[in-house]
């Protein structure tokens, strides 16, 4: 089992930047890849980014492409999420998660095998 702990979450204005951290423990986090997911009111959970478990390979959708970058430090068991010039429709509850298919750049939720309690995101106009 992994237990993930997401932090970093809150209120900015819009154009501004927030880092979101995932805390992970339990099994080996390093096989492990690890992707951010969002889900806001009303809507579906999406996919934000993903990344692989040395960290050689990311993957993210197209809405958040070029203003958000996930990395990870597997000697400290965390991955990141950092958004920049984030905008209103960037509002949402994020997910960090976990995917046994450690080489792959998992995109899809039904992939991911562990999950996050999710940390809260507003941007204001």
């Known amino acids: 089992q992994v237990q993930l702990v997401e932090s970093g979450g809150g209120l900015v204005q819009a154009g501004g930047s927030l880092r979101l951290s995932c805390a992970a423990s339990?099994?080996?986090?390093?096989?492990?890849?690890m992707g951010w997911f969002r889900q806001a009111g009303g809507k579906e959970r999406e996919f934000v980014a993903t990344i692989v478990w040395d960290g050689t390979h990311t993957v993210y959708a197209d809405s958040v492409k070029g203003r958000f970058t996930i990395s990870r430090d597997n000697a400290n068991n965390k991955v990141y999420l950092q958004m920049n010039n984030l905008k209103p429709e960037d509002t949402a509850v994020y997910y960090c998660?976990?995917?046994?298919?450690?080489?792959?750049?998992?995109?899809?939720?039904?992939?991911?095998?562990?999950w996050g309690q999710g940390t809260g995101v507003t941007v204001s106009s």
């Open positions: 339990g099994r080996t986090f390093r096989n492990i890849a």
């Open positions: 998660a976990g995917s046994l298919r450690g080489s792959y750049t998992v995109t899809r939720a039904s992939n991911f095998d562990y």
